[in-house]
């Protein structure tokens, strides 16, 4: 059997992390942290094959992490999921405009979760990692 893929979960919520964790645990390589900054850091050791953030964290926020991440030379191809219970203050169009693999909302659901991670993971298919 393959390596697991990686995944990096980005959130201020424990108890999001916690649930993200259990939801996707089985199948993946989980590593978290509870910022931006803290993910970045991570994202840029561990080379995730997925990044699963929170947008409005404090320290760094989502979406300063997400653009950070780009101009990062050796992370800046890992689709990153957004996840947001402040729909009408961050539009989900925008968040995709910019470059987010998909944004789910909260309450976040396993079955959404679990098939928004496999497919962000099925984008890399055609892609050489270095």
Same mark, same amino acid.
């Given at each position: 059997?393959?390596?697991?893929?990686?995944?990096?979960?980005?959130?201020?919520?424990?108890?999001?992390?916690?649930?993200?964790?259990?939801?996707?645990?089985?199948?993946?390589?989980?590593? =978290?942290? $509870?910022?931006?900054?803290?993910?970045? /850091?991570?994202?840029?050791?561990? +080379?995730?094959?997925?990044? &699963?953030?929170?947008?409005?964290?404090?320290?760094?926020?989502?979406?300063?992490?997400?653009?950070?991440?780009?101009?990062?030379?050796?992370?800046?191809?890992?689709?990153?999921?957004?996840?947001?219970?402040?729909?009408?203050?961050?539009?989900? =169009?925008? $968040?995709?405009?910019?470059?987010?693999? /998909?944004?789910?909302?909260?309450? +976040?659901?396993?079955?959404? &979760?679990?098939?928004?991670?496999?497919?962000?993971?099925?984008?890399?298919?055609?892609?050489?990692?270095?």
């Amino acid at each position: 059997m393959s390596e697991k893929k990686r995944i990096l979960l980005v959130d201020d919520n424990h108890d999001i992390l916690d649930l993200l964790e259990m939801y996707l645990y089985r199948d993946y390589a989980i590593a =978290t942290a $509870l910022n931006g900054f803290e993910g970045l /850091q991570k994202a840029r050791e561990q +080379l995730p094959d997925c990044i &699963v953030t929170d947008i409005m964290m404090p320290i760094m926020d989502g979406i300063k992490f997400f653009n950070q991440l780009r101009r990062s030379r050796d992370a800046a191809h890992v689709p990153v999921i957004g996840i947001t219970s402040f729909v009408r203050s961050v539009s989900i =169009t925008s $968040l995709k405009n910019m470059g987010f693999f /998909q944004v789910l909302t909260k309450p +976040l659901k396993r079955e959404d &979760v679990v098939a928004t991670v496999r497919e962000a993971l099925g984008s890399r298919q055609g892609q050489v990692d270095a």
